[in-house]
């Protein structure tokens, strides 16, 4: 264990979780190693956040979780593709099935007609009974080989209509010079963003280095890393350098800086 690590430990959870406002859990979770109830965009802000803050170095730790990361979604990979690959096989023997039952018919119609022939029927009767049979085979082995191939042609024909619909039915809108058509956040260097959609109070977080844009008719809550950024509203760009995390709203196509408290406040008295 790095000696920076162990720092961290020795500052405790509790005055972590009031420098970084990250939640007293998630802290837990990695002062203990235990990872499985974080994304990979959550390990890395946080990793991001806490070097930042306490000046330390968690590159051991951060190489550990992307190499266990890695090996859990090579598993994940492999059983999807194995599963994908049963799926394809059973498919593929149950409309072969059919084939080999057409062909069974066709055996059965030639031995048939020789025994048929064999015997000292007309051959008027044999030329009708034979005609009928191998017709019939044709046409199951017909029905057989469109079985086989209908499934992907009707999902093509499927899909292509409903894009005809929706092309169809998209109204026409016209840019109004009063709205808001952008709504962009730009970093400086590598953060981390947590963003809250007011309408619905549905949290999203993500850690990034190129521009962000978020949905400029929405209402939005904002915790930022960090404040070097820019923030640009309908070509129009504001500029910021605080070191610390910042808070903002972003409400009726307003961007407003927020206190700690006044953050809390709209967001239902929670940190974040």
């Known amino acids: 264990m790095s000696e920076d690590f162990n720092k961290l430990k020795d500052i405790g959870i509790q005055k972590i979780h009031e420098t970084t406002h990250i939640s007293r859990l998630h802290v837990q979770s990695f002062l203990d190693e235990n990872f499985d109830d974080m994304t990979k965009i959550q390990f890395l802000g946080f990793v991001s956040i806490l070097e930042r803050e306490y000046g330390v170095d968690l590159s051991d730790l951060k190489a550990k979780f992307l ?50 022939m064999d015997s000292n029927n007309t051959s008027s009767e044999i030329e009708t009974i034979d005609n009928s049979m191998i017709e019939n ?30 092309k169809e039915q998209e109204p026409l809108k016209q840019a109004d010079k009063s709205e808001v058509l952008s709504f962009k956040i730009i970093p400086k260097h590598k953060l981390w963003l947590g963003y809250i959609d007011l309408s619905t109070h549905k949290r999203d977080q993500k850690l990034f280095s190129d521009e962000l844009s978020l949905d400029p008719d929405k209402n939005w809550l904002l915790t930022l890393g960090h404040g070097y950024i820019s923030i640009e509203i309908n070509g129009e760009t504001k500029e910021f350098t605080n070191p610390k995390t910042v808070r903002f709203s972003y409400i009726n196509k307003e961007l407003k800086e927020l206190s700690f408290q006044e953050f809390k406040k709209l967001n239902r008295d929670s940190e974040w």
């Open 137 to 166: 085979a044709k046409n199951n082995m017909a029905v057989t080989s469109e079985d086989i191939n209908s499934s992907a042609i009707e999902e093509n024909e499927e899909n292509n209509e409903s894009i005809s619909e929706v």
């Open 67 to 116: 190499e266990n990361f890695a090996a859990e979604t090579k598993k994940i990979e492999a059983e999807e593709e194995e599963g994908e690959a049963k799926l394809f096989l059973t498919k593929k023997k149950r409309n072969f099935t059919v084939v080999y039952i057409a062909i069974a018919l066709i055996i059965f119609v030639l031995v048939a007609t020789s025994t048929l």
